[in-house]
């Protein structure tokens, strides 16, 4: 006869014949630097985007027109569009044109992405250092109401170039890693 210990399922019995793994360290780190970049930095940035628009608009037409509005909005919309075109990239999201590619084989679609991605890799690393240069050499420049360094409006852009570089990469290596197999 059995116990009937061993058969209950209960909390306790649940946890010590479950092996958890938990994940190392760095990918929960790179993981939540992707969801503040990607998520909670372009919502924040939207959010103040849209109430100095707001302000602006009071302003404009209730009291005296100010200047300061105009140039933080367009920091603001710099800083949601980039972060927010990672996340389109990360939720696949992104707007394509595939009327080629809906039309082919799916041995061609295989060839397209791994040549499309591996173009646009190329693309994006021959551009990081003249770019990363630019945005250094940005400084110096501030801008004209709220004096800030345009560096730091433009910075944006490296850390979207960085990350749109990693999902292409991945992209490409899941693809590539089906090549010996014939899964195409």
């Known amino acids: 006869m059995v116990p009937l210990s061993c058969c209950m ?6 946890k010590e014949n479950i092996i958890v793994k938990s994940k190392p360290i760095w990918i929960k780190i790179g993981k939540l630097f992707l969801d503040i970049t990607e998520i909670y ?3 924040i940035a939207f959010s103040l985007l849209f109430i100095a628009f707001l302000i602006q608009v009071f302003f404009r037409y209730f009291l005296v027109p100010l200047t300061w509005p105009l140039e933080f909005t367009l920091m603001m919309f710099i800083w949601t569009t980039l972060f927010g075109a ?3 990239m990360r939720d696949d999201t992104h707007v394509r044109f595939t009327l080629i590619y ?3 084989s799916p041995k061609v679609k295989f060839w397209m992405r791994i040549i499309g991605n591996l173009m646009l890799l190329i ?3 021959i551009a990081f250092i003249p770019t990363y240069n630019w945005v250094i050499f940005m400084s110096f420049k501030k801008s004209n109401v709220l004096k800030v360094p345009m560096n ?3 910075f944006p852009y490296i850390v979207f170039m ?3 570089m990693g999902r292409i990469a991945y992209n490409l290596y899941i693809d590539v890693r089906k ?3 014939g899964k195409t």
């Open 179 to 181: 090549l010996p197999r």
């Open 123 to 125: 693309s994006f690393i």
């Open 9 to 14: 399922v209960g909390p306790s019995n649940i």
């Open 162 to 164: 960085i990350i749109i």
């Open 102 to 104: 809906d039309n082919s």
């Open 41 to 43: 930095i372009p919502a």
């Open 86 to 88: 990672c996340y389109a």
């Open 152 to 154: 730091i409006v433009f």
